[in-house]
């Protein structure tokens, strides 16, 4: 189930690139990660805003169907990288899937990852227990905080229920980074005040019996 294409939000950074001067990510002596770390004490973060958009979803349904995973996960930790998120198309051909530009020579786009342990399966090929790492555009390095208009960051030891595309060679990412993820709270599935989307364990019941009769 999964897809061998650009990744979606490519697009969107190829101009917001050029602001982020993310060439530099290699590995830093112990001298000089020690005093960047005494730098970023008294030098604030500079921060910077980057503009996304992403694919909106107008029901349960849309998101059930082109999820390849469902999930509900435990988020476990995180760590910050540039990552190239450019794939070979599937249909070198086709002229909206290969928009002409070499995958290795894409910019690097800033992602948080997080390493996520399954607790339950509701759609995809994984199984409880296992950790499997998920990505979200944005997130913050030892000197600048990335932030991503119209997203909301997941917390850490939290739990949520959560829609996402896989990749071959790349961590799972969020259809949407506010229709997507749903947080679990005293038992309760709460919903981001920006997703008109509703979910409640009747829904996943059903959508549960739904997987299993396939």
């Known amino acids: ?14 101009l917001t690139m050029a602001l982020l001067g993310c060439g530099s990510n290699g590995a830093k002596s ?3 990660q020690a005093s960047a770390s005494k730098a970023s004490e008294a030098v604030p973060k500079q921060e910077i805003s980057i503009e996304a958009s992403f694919p909106k979803y107008s029901s349960l349904g849309e998101l059930e169907n ?33 928009p002409g530009t070499d995958p290795a020579d894409s910019p690097l786009i800033p992602y948080t990852i997080y390493d996520v342990q399954i607790q339950k399966v509701y759609k995809g090929e994984v199984t409880e227990k296992e950790t499997i790492q998920v990505k979200q555009v944005g997130g913050e390095n030892q000197k600048t905080i990335f932030k991503v208009n119209d997203s909301t960051g997941l917390k850490m030891n939290g739990d949520y229920i959560m829609f996402l595309a896989t990749y071959d060679h790349s961590p799972a990412s969020l259809l949407n980074p506010i229709q997507a993820s749903y947080q679990l709270v005293d038992n309760q599935i709460v919903a981001s005040d920006k997703n008109p989307i509703k979910l409640n364990f009747k829904d996943l019941k059903q959508l549960t019996e739904s997987s299993s009769m396939k």
Not at 1 to 14: L, Q
Not at 75 to 84: E, G, H, V
Request: glycine share 2%.
């Open 66 to 98: 082109q999820a390849d995973l469902i999930v509900e996960g435990r988020i476990l930790s995180s760590t910050f990288q540039f990552l190239n998120v450019a794939q070979k198309p599937s249909d070198p051909a086709d002229a909206q899937l290969n």
């Open 1 to 14: 189930m999964n897809k061998s294409k650009w990744v979606p939000v490519f697009s969107v950074f190829c």
């Open 30 to 32: 112990n001298e000089s």
